[in-house]
């Protein structure tokens, strides 16, 4: 089944009516490209969500590392609360109490009221709520004159 051009013409072969092979070939090319498109998309979202989780990883191991340091200032004021010196300077500073053997004393000055220095009213505006704590037990570094 030779056709007269030289090429082979199977008769009775199945082809869509009313269509070439050069009228499909757009609709394959355009299918195609739209498969490529939608893999690229895809692929660049992963990739994304994959570089976003990993940042979150880095600052939630970062939160951690913070958590614990802040776990231990906690756990030596705690420490600190619980032992005998602590208990010892509450008793003495705040309800005058002594040991046995030793000797109170008051000392009254002429002022009737202290006058607050400008490093305390500074220290004293920057306490957070969540930090009060910290200004009590943390030491911190103040400038000498």
């Known amino acids: 089944m030779v056709a007269a051009g030289g090429g082979i013409h199977l008769e009775g072969a199945s082809s869509v009516p009313g269509f ?5 070939l757009p609709a394959v090319i355009g299918a195609a490209i739209i498969v490529i498109v939608y893999l690229v ?3 660049g979202n992963y990739v994304v969500h994959y570089y976003q989780l990993r940042s979150d990883e880095r600052e939630l ?7 614990g340091a802040e776990q231990e200032q906690l756990t030596a004021v705690r420490d600190y609360l619980e032992s005998d010196e602590y208990v010892e300077e509450v ?13 109170l004393v ?7 009221l202290p006058s607050a220095t400008p ?15 910290k200004a009590l037990f943390v030491p911190t570094a ?3 004159p």
């Open 20 to 24: 070439s092979r050069l009228q499909l």
């Open 41 to 43: 998309f895809t692929t």
């Open 61 to 67: 191991r970062q939160e951690i590392v913070d958590l």
């Open 91 to 103: 008793a003495r500073r705040t309800l005058g109490l002594v040991r046995p053997g030793e000797t």
């Open 106 to 112: 008051i000392v009254s000055g002429t002022d009737a």
């Open 119 to 133: 490093a305390a009213t500074a220290v004293a505006g920057a306490v957070h709520d969540e930090d009060w704590w």
């Open 142 to 144: 103040t400038a000498s």
